[in-house]
Nanobody, 124 residues
């Protein structure tokens, strides 16, 4: 059973930075791409970015490109989302996601496993 646990969310002022983490367990972490999503109140969940199995390829939504970056440490079974130059519109619950089957590269899923989410609030 794959488990994803996010951490590191919090309250930050606009223009600030925050890093959230996602610890994975239950299968060989290094074989799979990983993704990040977010959901703001009253809005649908949206794709933020993804990273390939070895970190060599990353993909980002236009809304975060140049401000957010994704990295992974396969020795720690952890993927990170570094968020810089945060804006109030980045306020959301951030989720990490994993494919259901062997998928070393993807920027559009499928995504079969989800974490519980971590709240990120950006104040103006």
């Amino acid at each position: 059973q794959v488990q994803l646990v996010e951490s590191g969310g919090g309250l930050v002022q606009a223009g600030g930075s925050l890093r959230v983490s996602c610890a994975a367990s239950g299968r060989t972490f290094s074989s799979y791409a990983m993704g990040w999503f977010r959901q703001a109140p009253g809005k649908e969940r949206e794709f933020v970015g993804a990273i390939s199995w070895n970190g060599g390829n990353t993909y980002y939504a236009n809304s975060v490109k140049g401000r957010f970056s994704i990295a992974r440490d396969n020795t720690k079974n952890t993927v990170y989302l570094q968020m810089n130059s945060l804006k109030p519109e980045d306020t959301a619950v951030y989720y990490c996601a994993a494919p259901p089957n062997y998928t070393p590269y993807t920027n559009n899923g499928p995504w079969g496993y989800w974490g519980q989410g971590t709240q990120v609030t950006v104040s103006s």
